[in-house]
């Protein structure tokens, strides 16, 4: 295949999804923060697993290596390396039957910058848009309802706290979740045991939604893929790898990384139109086999794999009644802050915070923590207190960074859940602007 055909292709393309996408209706692209906020340290491809209950990453069937041009789609190898974890399909042929019954459907997206549509050229021609856009032509008599709840810099932390506010309450039928490239192994163990709670979280609420993963991967193969792929296949979730299909394309040179992104993380209009490909791809096969699907033996969760500490996971958010005194705080319950909506603001000229009483929260908890903003400028130093005991000092400073976003801290455990008191104490000093988003706790 000659690279200056297929970079003349991927480039017509982009024009096209470009201007389809600058019409009336269009939505402004704004700056998304990258989705890490801290370098991965291990970039190794799927490893070896014992636990699969279905096809292993070894055992799939891999088509010789084909030509690969955007106008006519994936090849049969891409789409084989995206089948990771094959997992269990009788929810999602549940959904499927649900549609083509002309009943309702909501399908729901909950990840990262990618997810949230960065770099695409609007939202709709992101992959949750152009998902969203199969699932309506693909049964045209239903309903479909698309929930993107992408919110940059999040990983599965975040996530699992948000899942309430940003996915479950829209009672989805498909969930898919994207936070390979957004959990790190700075915090390894806390990402893998919120991943985990994620997926239970969502898969015993109440509308039993079909879970799909789905592993993305920066341009360095940086991903948090392996973690995330021991805990779906404990689970028997199935696992769609973009990282796989994507990196084994550009390595036997058909295309190069800088024809689907333009920067080192986020796919590109292009890339989103690929990735959007390779989901469609893996759903049409799951479509074309509903007939041999026991919609009566679905995965089984009662066993924890790692931990069930976030499956409780909730949030606190400006408004709340727990919010027992704010004296002093700006509290804003519509505002947008990182993209996350809603925060209490401390703001000093001169870093005395006259007037200013700590933010007090009454809550009933097994463990706390808090979401705060990360400032490019100015960003202050808070203590935590819990209980009356000093438990965490956290300084929001993020001088020189790319931008103020949404961070998240772990603030303490306890063996049991209990009623505690929990104070935020500004410390003074020069000008400072302090953010708190939300308090995370679990039961």
């Not at 024009?15 to 009336?24: E, F, K, L, P, Q």
């Not at 770099?119 to 021609?125: E, F, L, V």
Request: charged share 20%.
């Amino acid at each position: 295949m000659k690279m200056k055909r297929t970079t003349a292709v991927l480039a017509a393309l982009a024009v096209i999804i470009c201007a389809s996408s600058c019409g009336g209706n269009a939505l402004a692209q704004t700056t998304a923060a990258p989705d890490t906020t801290a370098a991965q340290a291990e970039t190794t491809a799927a490893p070896e697993t014992t636990t699969a209950q279905t096809t292993t990453a070894a055992e799939r069937v891999i088509p010789e290596d084909s030509e690969y041009t955007i106008e006519n789609g994936i090849t049969d190898r891409m789409k084989a390396l995206t089948h990771l974890v094959e997992g269990n399909k009788a929810r999602l042929a549940k959904a499927f039957k649900k549609a083509q019954a002309g009943e309702p459907l909501t399908v729901a997206y909950l990840g990262g910058s990618i997810t949230q549509g960065s770099s695409a050229a609007s939202p709709d021609t992101a992959y949750a848009g152009l998902t969203t856009d199969w699932f309506k032509k693909t049964f045209p008599n239903s309903e479909i309802t698309g929930v993107n709840a992408g919110i940059g810099a999040t990983g599965s932390y975040i996530g699992v706290y948000r899942a309430d506010r940003d996915v479950l309450s829209k009672s989805p039928d498909i969930v898919f979740i994207d936070f390979s490239v957004n959990d790190t192994t700075e915090h390894t163990e806390r990402n893998i045991a919120s991943y985990d709670g994620l997926i239970r979280k969502l898969w015993y609420s109440d509308s039993k939604p079909a879970v799909i993963t789905i592993a993305m991967t920066m341009e360095d193969g940086t991903s948090f893929q392996k973690y995330h792929e021991e805990v779906c296949r404990a689970y028997d979730i199935p696992m769609i790898s973009y990282h796989d299909a994507i990196l084994d394309t550009i390595n036997n040179g058909h295309i190069k990384w800088t024809d689907i992104s333009d920067d080192n993380i986020h796919p590109n209009a292009v890339g989103h139109v690929v990735l959007t490909e390779m989901i469609t791809a893996w759903l049409q096969e799951a479509l074309d086999s509903i007939d041999s699907i026991d919609t009566s033996a679905e995965s089984d969760l009662s066993a924890v794999y790692t931990s069930d500490k976030y499956s409780t996971a909730y949030m606190i958010l400006p408004g709340d009644e727990r919010n027992t005194d704010n004296t002093g705080w700006e509290v804003k319950t519509d505002d947008i802050f990182g993209n996350f909506g809603g925060y209490w603001k401390l703001l000093s000229r001169d870093g005395t915070f006259e007037g200013a009483e700590p933010l007090t929260f009454d809550i009933e908890a097994k463990s706390i923590g808090v979401f705060y903003g990360k400032m490019t400028s100015n960003g202050g130093t808070f203590d935590v207190i819990v209980d009356g005991d000093l438990v965490k000092t956290i300084s929001s400073d993020f001088h020189g960074g790319w931008g103020n976003y949404v961070e998240a801290e772990e603030i303490i455990d306890f063996d049991e859940c209990g009623s505690h008191t929990v104070e935020i104490v500004p410390h003074t000093g020069e000008k400072a602007v302090i953010m708190i988003s939300a308090l995370a706790l679990t039961k």
